[in-house]
């Protein structure tokens, strides 16, 4: 029987016929979010993602940013050891740094096996057994005792968490209604664990530990949130209004033939149903998405910066703040990530300011939502990255004092935040019909792209300097890529329009996953 004392969340808002363009007009009984109609629209069924309780949707969210903590601290934090591996293994720095990069490669790629697999197998039983890949990856490298045993056990925990970067998006695209800061911590305690005599090891050791009580977690909170909710709408009858106290005055909206809830033992199956739709035709697909203007766009923001901030901070600050003039102990090598902390921490606060943009334009467009309307806010973020570079390059060839690097990379943070987030939500935003291949394609984009310029880094720089490499080079990369919001921002719903007409989006919508669509 359907629970009749909670109330089921209603919605009329529908996408037009331009993918990116929602009418989020409010009929009566709907619910609203900043006086707009909630989009995507729910099903009138409890067990829909959409209509479960706020406790249950923040914990997911909270797992899902979890293992997306603990996935980027295992990744990056190890970059504070490129020395003492050099020293151990006998190899250069720059082979060295091959620990981070191809690990990073790694993490990309592993969502092109393992998207598909949760779109076929369901989102709980892959990220429950990624969780645990990810948990043995960690643990081999704790036991490793050559360099090349090293770079496979860290290729095998990237492998396993690399979909971390899809599922906390997909996950909250199919609980939350339209509405990475924290792993720069992890050079933190990499560095620290040096301290009293312990070695590089004790990083994985204790990433492994975390990685079970994530496990555990996930077990218990994670519900499968795989929904086709299309097919459920169809199969549901119409609403009726039920008078609860029989008053008159309180009103529940309960659909006259809903299937109950799910109980908890229920949701604690590891497996889910197969679900119908191609496996391999995903992986290929994925590939066209590079196609999709705003996608690439997504695609070279995440590249960029991560090779930035990633990547090359973290790669030249542990090597040359312990030599002179600064001379810093290997155990406070990976302080610049606190820097990296303020900068995301200094916007997070920020983070709605592209929701409330948006909506304040929708209410003046007649309450028609564009996707570009959220851009506006990356006006002013738009410089203040790249300023942060040239600030680094200087400070670094110039051998100027160390609070110039924190402020350097507290800037550059505090700007690609917004780009992180906001060109994300604006690609979801304009191409709603294949959204895991669109995961898909990013995470091998922005990791091959962040690959590409953090592996020979270090013989870059030793090339050519930091300025010319960081404040030169990178800084007009970083810039020319900001600067794309303009024409998004004025010819955006053109490009939208233009693409909706192509052999390739008529293909995509075609072909979406069940369940993918709003």
Known sequence: MAD???????????????????????????????????????????????QWSPFKKNMILI???????????????PAVYIGIYSEEFHITPTKASGLVSYSNLAYGFGSLLLVPMYLKFGRRPIMLGSILAFAGGLIGCSQCNTFDSLMACRVIQSFGAGVCEALPVQLVNDIFFITNAASAWGPIYAGYMLAGGYSWRLFFYVGFAFAMGLFILAFFFVEETAYDRESMKSQLGPATVVDEKGTGNQLVEVPSNAIGRKSFAATLKPWSRVY????????????TYFLVPSVFWVVTTYGINIGLGALAFNYTFPIFIVQPPYNWSPTNSGLIAVASAIGFFLAIPLT????????RLTKKNNMVREAEMRLGVLLVPLLIGPAGLILYGYAAQEHLHWITYFVAVSMTSWGSYFFFTFTLAYAVDSHTASMSEMLIAMN??????????????LD????????????????????????AVIPFMLFGKKIRIAFSKTWLAKWHSQTATVGETH
């Open 4 to 50: 009749h004392g909670r109330h089921l969340v209603h919605s009329h808002a529908h996408e037009e016929d331009i993918p990116g363009t929602v009418n989020l007009k409010a009929a009566e009984g709907d619910d609203t979010g900043y006086g707009q109609a909630l989009f995507p629209v729910p099903a009138e069924d409890p067990n829909d993602p959409l």
């Open 444 to 457: 091998l984009g922005k990791q091959a792209i962040s690959f590409a310029m953090g592996i020979y880094l």
């Open 63 to 77: 797992i899902c940013s979890l293992y997306s903590f603990l996935g980027n601290s295992a990744l990056l934090g």
């Open 352 to 359: 709605t300011t592209s929701d409330r943009l948006a909506a």
């Open 460 to 483: 870059w720089i030793l090339t050519i300097g930091y300025v010319k490499m960081i404040a030169g080079i990178f800084c007009g990369l970083l810039l020319l890529n900001n600067l």
């Open 276 to 287: 119908e739709g191609p496996f391999f035709q995903v992986m290929l697909r994925s590939f």
